[in-house]
């Protein structure tokens, strides 16, 4: 064998080396708990043979408790580029089998490192985490590379699409780099993210938890909010990944990929034309209406378990990239509350600052009254999505359903929060309140001055339909233009398309600033 030869076989032999981790036996603990290897998710998310791999030579610089005996290389965490159906991406995936995936300061310098590298090149990062933590032996220094990562998420964020999937342990102020990016997906009963263990919890509340309930997936995505998916396991957590991605555009200067459709953009929806109860305090599925308006019914839903009063999700419509909000009548009337206006201002301001176009379905009975809501400062939360759509200068188009009333008529998308063309269909009710509620108020020292209930109840009728005449409709705001038109329900797929075929050039700005306050 020539030195050459010799040279080359030492670095099959010590790549090889590396690949394994922490060596077979904790690569078969990992299995055990019905976890994948890093490398192994690696291999899953990217496409065939496209991964590339950066510092896998890079080792540990601790010398204290014993860490200078062992430097295994890559240091607890794989990193690289690679592409997702042929476009750029950008990764690290922590692995646990090297001192339980810690994080060391040479660990924080290779994840920084493909940050960096992403934002220079304008491609997405994405972060899969399953680690214990800051490395313990390192002291500060690993404290240390927690801010260096967290720092970089926060100048990424806007600049290029940040994804998280959590599949193990992500504890202490680790969790901030998720909640820092875009989208968190968690892996149900293996992964969980909080701030302290139950141990720490027991001891300071006295409460009995287990992780699983502390800061499991389930919990995150329903209860919290932190995570916008939950996945069975660890494949389909990845493939969710992979279909998030297929949405998002490389970077904050370029539009979402646009998809080939067969289905045709003029096809109409007679359907529509008769999903409206005839009474107002029924419900029909906004789901139902989403799929018939997008492009082969396919729609990418995002916190699909969090304040199911109002949908947020990605679809195409003909073959452009969208981002739709529409209020679900079917849960607490698709009213708007704390929890409901946190998710769709989040999910308007990531559309915003990557180009996605906003289409919004609007069927929303107000805010939700009551002491829990006003204590848990609805008023800033609701204004949270007041801001992002005010402020969203992608193109804004808006179909009103049915019920729009009061603030949150406003809030969702209205023209005067600079939406591009709004459009209700005839059954709209864009109106300060509901009519019962408005008969209440102006008339209930007319109805109590009669002692006679039929009589009391005839005079409600009659405000009632008088105003049901008046307000109770689309054609007010039509007539003061605060709608561009009245459609036929079953032409609303076309009649969006061809608005956002038109807002396709929209410029827009906002007056120069440092940066917005809004309200946090
Ligand atoms: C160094 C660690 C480690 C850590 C785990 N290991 N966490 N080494 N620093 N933080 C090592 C273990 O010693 C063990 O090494 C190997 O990883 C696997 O760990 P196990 O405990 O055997 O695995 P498991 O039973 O699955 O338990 C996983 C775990 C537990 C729940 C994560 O290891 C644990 O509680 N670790 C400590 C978590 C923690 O408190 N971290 C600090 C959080 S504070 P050997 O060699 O024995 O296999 C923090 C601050 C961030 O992170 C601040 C940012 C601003």
Redesign the pocket.
Known sequence: MSIQEDKIAKLVDRRAAARLGGGPKRIEAQHAKNKLTARERLELLLDKDSFEEFDMFVQHRCTNFGMEATHPDGDGVVTGHGTIGGRPVFVYAQDFTV??G?LSKTMSEKICKVMDMAVRAGAPVIGLNDS??????EGIDA?AG??EIFERNILASGVVPQISGIFG?C????V?SPALTDFTLMVKNTSYMFLTGPAVVKSVTGEDVTSEELGGAAVHATKSGVADFAAENEQEGIETIKKLFSYLPQNNMETAPERETSDPVSRVSDVLNSIIPDNPNKSYDMYDVIAEIVDDRDFFEIHRDFARNIIVGFAHMGGRGVGIVANQPKMLAGVLDINASRKAARFVRFCDAFNIPLVTLVDVPGFLPGTQQEYGAVIQNGAKLLYAYGEATVPKVTVTLRKAYGGAHIVMSCKQLRGDVNYAWPTAQIAVMGADGAVNVLYSKAVNAETDPAKQEQIRAEKKAEYEELFNNPYQAAQKGYIEDVIEPRNTRFRVIRALCTLEGKRQDVPAKKHDNLPL
Do not use: N
């Not at 504890?171 to 680790?174: E, L, R």
């Open positions: 001192s339980g810690s214990g933590g800051a490395r313990i032996q404290l927690y801010g342990p504890a202490g102020g680790a901030y």
